[in-house]
């Protein structure tokens, strides 16, 4: 497989619940990143990885969120009593070292639904 | 902070017409501007500039930038139903660590 890969692809969860979606990177990729796409906009930027060590987070972060990606391979995001504000596409990116001239690779997101 | 502002927001087109999608940018310290292709899913890669008067082509599809007056156009030729998509437009950060989208042009070709 050479893409980037999300799972799951859906998630309907309750209010007040906890999820995690995984991102598996393009192998020979290391920096992934993090983004949330709500209807009408842009994705926008949470936070990426280098290697295993988390670089940069967003203020869209909340307390509630928290992402790691050890031994610098797959990822993980964990949104912990989950609001309806947080209903978006979770998109999950890679990339070698800098935006080389194709660009960042994205998965195909993580649709989430907080009913 | 770092703006992308792209307009048309939506454009309904018919098939073999052509298109220009506008995408102006604020950045503190400019490195290249990406254009994305999303139908629904993940975004995909279309161009990436980061020289003035520069044209990149791929096939119908065709786009520049103008870092004096800080905007892109991406032009799309002959549109065909299978071009309908949301087209984003993109700056990096300084490191590349991140980037900052626009809302994106919301594009349908009808037949």
């Known amino acids: 497989d050479t893409g980037v890969s999300q799972n799951p692809r859906h998630k309907i969860t309750k209010r007040g619940q906890n999820v995690t979606f995984r991102c598996d990177p393009i192998s020979e990729h290391n920096r992934l990143y993090w983004y949330r796409q709500t209807l009408g906009q842009g994705p926008e930027f949470l936070t990426y990885?280098?290697?295993?060590?988390?670089?940069?987070k967003s203020r869209l972060l909340s307390d509630r969120f928290s992402a790691e990606r050890p031994k610098g391979s797959f990822s993980t995001l964990e949104i912990q009593r989950t609001e309806q504000g947080d209903s978006a596409m979770y998109l999950c990116a890679s990339s070698f070292l800098s935006v080389p001239n194709y660009g960042y690779t994205f998965g195909s997101g993580t649709r989430l639904t907080v009913v | 902070e770092d703006k992308v502002v792209q307009s048309p927001l939506s454009l309904v087109v018919h098939e073999g017409d052509t298109v220009t999608l506008n995408c102006s940018y604020e950045?503190?310290?400019?490195?290249?501007l990406l254009w994305y292709k999303q139908e629904k899913k993940a975004p995909t890669f279309l161009f990436m500039l980061?020289?003035?008067?520069i044209e990149k082509k791929s096939g119908r599809l065709s786009s520049i930038l103008d870092k004096k007056e800080l905007f892109s156009i991406l032009n799309i030729t002959a549109t065909q139903t299978g071009d309908s998509a949301v087209y984003l437009c993109a700056v990096p950060n300084s490191g590349y660590s991140t980037l900052t989208f626009g809302k994106g042009t919301m594009l349908l070709v009808s037949p």
């Open positions: 990885f280098q290697n295993e060590a988390q670089l940069e």
């Open positions: 950045v503190t310290n400019f490195r290249s």
């Open positions: 980061t020289s003035s008067g």
